[in-house]
């Protein structure tokens, strides 16, 4: 079974610059989860959709950042414009229901300049 | 306010040796509490889950323990290998609703030869 895929892996922008990171979840996998990680932290929930629509975007800075599942399979975040302290490991992870366990994706590593 | 803490922030040991990382939490009511592996550079990845009902699990040379009264969980590496290298991760499942998981911040684990 494939895992969680994610694009790109590393990416370097300037402030004020947009960005767009991709996730393919599980195949099945009804309820997919964008976290930002950063360095020595725990991830932090951004954004939850079960299928295609939104479950929780309560910590999401939506000024900045949207996201979206069209099809309630893969899934798009963007930040747009980028700050400094956006600089993070953005981690996508699904799972076939909301209370089963989260499979994790290796995460897109974002470094803003 | 719902909080997983986590101690220690690192932690470094030498290879054959064992080792138990704490977890205490103030989540409730909670449904189920997991142990997440983190290798650098990588998506977290399940070692355990326990329901409050239950007391240990084990997963090989991991082994999570919950005390629900007193809420607090520990994970035990028993036999240490260079590979154990990683972040660990206590994640409380927050059940007053949709299942939200919370995160703590991690325990840096180091193993050396």
């Known amino acids: 079974e494939a895992g969680v895929a994610q694009s790109p892996r590393y990416k370097i922008i300037e402030k004020r610059q947009s960005v767009a990171f991709w996730c393919n979840p599980i195949?099945?996998?009804?309820?997919l989860y964008w976290y930002q990680q950063i360095l020595g932290q725990g991830p932090k929930l951004l954004i939850q959709?079960?299928?295609?629509?939104?479950?929780?975007d309560s910590q999401l800075p939506k000024d900045r950042f949207s996201a979206e599942r069209l099809k309630g399979v893969d899934s798009t975040l963007k930040i747009q414009p980028a700050k400094l302290e956006d600089s993070a490991v953005y981690l996508c992870a699904s799972s076939r229901r909301q209370s089963e366990t989260q499979y994790f994706g290796p995460g897109t590593r974002l470094l803003v300049l | 306010k719902n909080q997983v803490e986590q101690s220690p922030q690192s932690l470094i040991i030498l290879e054959g040796k064992n080792c138990t990382l704490q977890c205490n939490y103030t989540v409730s009511p909670f449904s189920n509490l997991r142990w997440y592996k983190q290798d650098t550079g990588r998506g977290p990845v399940s070692l355990t889950i326990m329901t409050f009902s239950e007391n240990t699990k084990s997963n090989g040379r991991y082994t999570a323990t919950l005390d629900a009264d007193t809420k607090q969980s520990s994970l035990h590496i028993t036999a240490s290998q260079l590979s154990d290298s990683a972040s660990y991760i206590c994640v409380v499942t927050f059940s007053g609703g949709y299942n939200k998981l919370i995160f703590g911040a991690g325990t840096r684990l180091a193993v050396h030869p």
């Open positions: 959709f079960q299928n295609n629509g939104v479950v929780d």
């Open positions: 195949s099945g996998h009804a309820t």
